[in-house]
């Protein structure tokens, strides 16, 4: 987006390739902006505990659960989890949670110097169909911009031709 800030409106392209660099910008923040919708980020335990979304709450939530929010297509999903502390003295086999967009029951993880585990978790989806539009507007206009890179790469290449 700096190629274009940095532009005033009477700004006139030279050449093919400085068009194509400033396409290939533009397509590369619009494919992350699809990707944050069509792919949620993945977490651990630890980095959802630590993001602040269990402390919104007003009045606060009791500190068993911690919440996530995110969202996946066209979805705005909560999902709680329900933890319990592990003693200090369990047999049970600590094997800590990598990241994950969602935890199951039985995942692991610690937090300061007390070890948690996940006993239930509860999801709550909520269809948002806006979402679902700017998927395919984000869809959309990468087509349309792939259209005109190859269409300048076309009469790049047509007024590049020597033919003698």
Same mark, same amino acid.
């Given at each position: 987006?700096?190629?274009?800030?940095? $532009?005033?409106?009477?700004?006139?392209?030279?050449?093919?390739?400085?068009?194509? &660099?400033?396409?290939?910008?533009?397509?590369?923040?619009?494919? $992350?902006? $699809?990707?944050?919708?069509?792919?949620?980020?993945? !977490?651990?335990?630890?980095?959802?505990?630590?993001?602040? !979304?269990?402390?919104?709450?007003?009045?606060?939530?009791?500190?068993?659960?911690?919440?996530?929010?995110?969202?996946?297509?066209?979805?705005?999903?909560?999902?709680?989890?329900?933890?319990?502390?592990?003693?200090?003295?369990?047999? &049970?086999?600590?094997?800590?949670?990598?990241?994950?967009?969602?935890?199951?029951?039985?995942?692991?993880?610690?937090?300061?110097?007390? $070890?948690?585990?996940?006993?239930?978790?509860? &999801?709550?989806?909520?269809?948002?169909?806006?979402?679902?539009?700017?998927?395919?507007?984000?869809?959309?206009?990468?087509?349309?911009?792939?259209? !005109? &890179?190859?269409?300048?790469?076309?009469?790049?290449?047509?007024?590049?031709?020597?033919?003698?």
């Amino acid at each position: 987006m700096y190629l274009l800030a940095n $532009r005033d409106e009477s700004y006139q392209f030279r050449t093919g390739a400085e068009v194509l &660099k400033l396409m290939d910008a533009v397509m590369l923040q619009l494919t $992350r902006a $699809r990707n944050r919708l069509t792919t949620p980020a993945t !977490l651990t335990l630890p980095e959802i505990a630590a993001s602040g !979304l269990t402390r919104m709450f007003a009045p606060a939530l009791p500190s068993d659960l911690l919440v996530n929010v995110y969202i996946n297509l066209n979805k705005l999903c909560l999902t709680v989890y329900q933890l319990h502390a592990l003693q200090p003295n369990s047999t &049970k086999n600590f094997r800590p949670a990598g990241g994950a967009v969602l935890h199951s029951p039985g995942a692991m993880f610690e937090w300061g110097s007390q $070890r948690l585990e996940v006993s239930h978790v509860h &999801k709550v989806e909520c269809v948002i169909p806006w979402l679902n539009d700017a998927l395919v507007f984000f869809t959309v206009s990468l087509q349309l911009c792939q259209q !005109l &890179k190859d269409k300048i790469s076309v009469f790049s290449s047509y007024w590049s031709y020597r033919p003698f």
